[in-house]
């Protein structure tokens, strides 16, 4: 674990909104201009909601000014503020692309249909002369239009002695257009087999990239909604009381020590310590737990989490930033910020395949310059302008988009919502996968697992009597016991002269008889002998049941216990990722031993209970550490921090929508069995990426040197740029067609 040193963790914290990153790269620029800023002790860019996190006492304005110095937009962000703009900035980028990737895709697609058809006139031909050159500036406008943002990424790249994908499209576009402006101009100069434009080649290139970046860009530009729901569950006022008197005063204004009432129904507005009344709170916020907890005097209650049934007063204890949920958003933001960016692989090998086909065109040059038949000068820009042409990024462009969009299909229709492109490049990595256990393994609902009755009484009798008396009762678990008695068309006797008695059940009068149902403190506390059945209630805890007595008239007459049960198919789907040779281990804020006993029944070797949310975050970093690639499956607002410091996060879809918006991967059905396909669908993908790349690269080998004309001084051939035109279109089609065979891999082992 990281240790900050103390001029860092006590340095002043600016966040900053960044706009017009289109890549990994983009990262790096950024870090570099605002770590450049004196008093800045460190700087974390977060690709996934585009803000920086700054650290050290530096005036805001001088780090946006750094930050649109280096090319990019900035904009300092205040307090706790809501996402809901730079989500709109984000949706105002993408469909600024998809209308970019439209006009470059319609006017390449009527050129190329011109040219097929024979509509353009010979560029030599009197009318020639002035067509051509109108489109050649049409063109232009179109690869400004389309393409500006390419060129100006390019030219970040060449400042910073780099070479990216920005390198790649502002090289082959723009050589394919200056080579087309050449043909027109100096036809007469050139050989008779260079005599062909490609204008349409670089336009329809930009449409393929706006196209991909753009479907990229509206992915991420939905990663902020996680914070905004969490910012979500702090309600805006409070309830004090000063003076005297209870008023609302905005949650800002709540001070330390300060005493608040909560009634049924509010949220809980800060951290504290109840000291009068008495309630059940839902806490699934912060344990994942579905039972709302039982809340009596000295009882902690938390930020965020709903006050269900009683009205209480209770002391603040901590406020603001130091609340549970202020650190659960803390996480999130920390975990997505931390998060290593997987490097894209195209990105790497153009930084190789880019200074590569520069100097072979330069050599080219040069030696059909030197070397080369008359017009030496014509053969050598033609050979060097080719080289530069047929290395034009379009096969390899689409090697990676296409097999994720391919992927990214397949998947919904399997019931896997695939958030990040990234995830289906990491999954196939997993050497770990963290499960939640409430809602993830179990059903997240729970319900009546088992009816034991005493000799004189039958079960039915004792579903009866236990729902009859709890159908006035708050009791978290009575509306299991209620369902129960529902779906066997039990009708229900009334109660009378009930009562609650905290922290230990409920009493009343059934058709005469008294009635007490509860735990074994219950029976202690009435003189109930109810030893001779402490046996069956630990055989039931230790299967992960919550047992609870029932008497009659002073006599025990039978134990009825409520489970979360696990789901149908999570055995199976546990076994299916062991076979991958992937570890699994389940973490949950439930006591020991319903943990053993839900891991026993599905199978599950490594556990750790009783876990607070910042812990579940902190055993994935912990696995990291050792090496360990580790995906994240969970369904709770508590398991968010997790599921993004996770390798790949996963998220249950029938889970809040915090946990879904901080995940990379959502599996809509809510089956774990989603898990194994997932992983079998990204190295399915991984391994088609690659042999994209390879046939991108494949081809780009063969065509290179063809095209520098290495065949010319033994058979005379040079490339024909119909020929060369058809190789890039083959290419592509190659790509797509290998891409589509993932529609029909088989998922399953």
């Known amino acids: 674990m990281t240790t900050l040193s103390a001029t860092e963790s006590c340095a002043e914290e600016t966040r900053l909104s960044i706009m017009g ?21 460190s700087v974390a860019v977060n690709f996934a909601d585009h803000s920086a996190t700054v650290k050290g006492a530096v005036d805001p304005e001088l780090l946006k000014q750094a930050v649109i110095s280096a090319g990019y937009d900035a904009a300092v962000m205040q307090g706790l503020e809501d996402p809901e703009e730079q989500e709109a ?49 049409i063109t232009f406008g179109v690869l400004v239009y389309s393409g500006l943002h390419y060129y100006q990424g390019a030219v970040k790249a060449l400042m910073l002695g780099q070479a990216n994908m920005d390198t790649l499209i502002a090289l082959g576009t723009g050589a394919a257009w200056l080579f087309s402006c050449i043909v027109i101009d100096f036809s007469d100069a050139l050989p008779s087999l260079a005599k062909h434009a490609y204008f349409e080649a670089a336009v329809v290139i930009l449409a393929f990239i706006n196209l991909g970046t753009g479907l990229e860009t509206l992915a991420r530009g939905r990663t902020s909604g996680t914070i905004r729901k969490l910012i979500g569950l702090q309600p805006r006022t409070a309830r004090v009381i000063r003076d005297g008197k209870e008023q609302d005063v905005p949650i800002e204004d709540v001070g330390l020590g300060e005493t608040l009432r909560v009634r049924p129904g509010e949220k809980i507005p800060v951290d504290g310590v109840l000291f009068d009344g008495h309630s059940t709170v839902d806490e699934s916020m912060l344990t994942g737990e579905s039972i709302p907890v039982e809340k009596t005097v000295n009882s902690e209650v938390v930020a965020g989490s709903i006050n269900q049934t009683g009205t209480f007063l209770f002391k603040a204890t901590r406020i603001g930033r130091d609340t549970a949920l202020a650190q659960i958003i803390k996480s999130v933001r920390q975990a997505q910020s931390s998060k290593p960016d997987i490097a894209r692989l195209v990105d790497k090998i153009s930084a190789v395949f880019v200074p590569i086909v520069v100097l072979i065109a330069i050599i080219t040059f040069a030696v059909w310059y030197f070397f080369g038949p008359i017009p030496a000068i014509g053969y050598a820009f033609v050979t060097s302008m080719t080289v530069l042409v047929i290395a034009c990024p379009c096969a390899l462009g689409l090697a990676t988009p296409i097999s994720i969009m391919v992927a990214v299909g397949r998947a919904a229709q399997n019931g896997i919502l695939i958030r990040q492109g990234d995830a289906l490049q990491k999954a196939g990595q997993l050497t770990y996968v963290v499960l939640d256990k409430t809602g993830t393994v179990t059903e997240g609902k729970p319900v009546v697992s ?71 403190a219950l029976m202690d506390m009435k003189g109930i002998n109810a030893k001779k059945f402490y046996g069956q209630m630990d055989e039931l805890s230790n299967l992960g049941q919550t047992p609870m007595l029932l008497a009659v008239d002073n006599v025990i007459a039978g134990i009825i216990a409520v489970a979360d049960p696990i789901k ?18 389940m973490v949950t804020g439930d006591n020991q031993i319903t943990a053993q006993a839900i891991a026993k029944q599905a199978g599950i070797h490594e556990v750790k209970a009783q876990v ?57 059905q809510g089956s774990l069995t989603k898990v194994p396909e997932a992983i079998a669908l990204s190295k399915a993908t991984v391994k088609n990426i690659k042999q994209n790349l390879f046939g991108a690269f494949f081809y780009n080998t063969i065509s290179i040197p063809v095209a520098a004309g290495v065949l010319y001084p033994f058979f005379g051939i040079l490339l024909n740029p119909m020929i060369a035109g058809a190789a890039m279109a083959m290419s592509s089609l190659t790509v797509v067609t290998n891409a589509n065979r993932l529609r029909w891999v088989n998922l399953r082992s």
């Open 21 to 41: 990153m289109s890549c990994a790269g983009c990262v790096s620029t950024v870090e570099g201009a605002l770590a450049a800023v004196p008093g800045v002790v």
């Open 89 to 137: 900035l984000e949706m105002q980028r993408y469909r600024s692309l998809m209308k970019k990737a439209a006009v470059a895709g319609v006017f390449g697609a009527l050129l190329m249909a011109a040219e097929h058809f024979g509509w353009l006139p010979d560029m030599a031909s009197p009318t020639g002369r002035w067509v051509w050159p109108e489109l050649a500036l």
């Open 450 to 520: 088992t009816i034991r009755h005493a000799v004189n009484f039958d079960g039915d009798t004792v579903l009866l009597l236990a729902a009859s008396i709890e159908s006035g009762s708050e009791h978290p678990l009575a509306s299991s016991i209620l369902a129960a008695a529902k779906e066997q068309n039990i009708k229900l006797a009334k109660a009378q002269k009930f009562q609650a008695i905290a922290g230990h059940g409920v009493t009343a009068i059934i058709n005469g008889r008294q009635v007490y149902f509860g735990n074994k």
């Open 568 to 585: 149908k198919d999570s055995a199976d789907a546990i076994q299916q990722l062991q076979k991958l040779g992937v570890r699994v281990i």
């Open 612 to 668: 607070l949310p910042q812990d579940k975050a902190g055993i994935v970093k912990e696995l990291q550490q050792q090496g360990q690639v580790v995906g994240m499956v969970g369904d709770g607002i508590n398991d968010a921090p997790a599921l993004a410091q996770a390798d790949v996060g996963m998220a249950i879809g029938t889970g809040t929508d915090v946990a879904i918006e901080s995940a990379d991967v959502v599996i809509l």
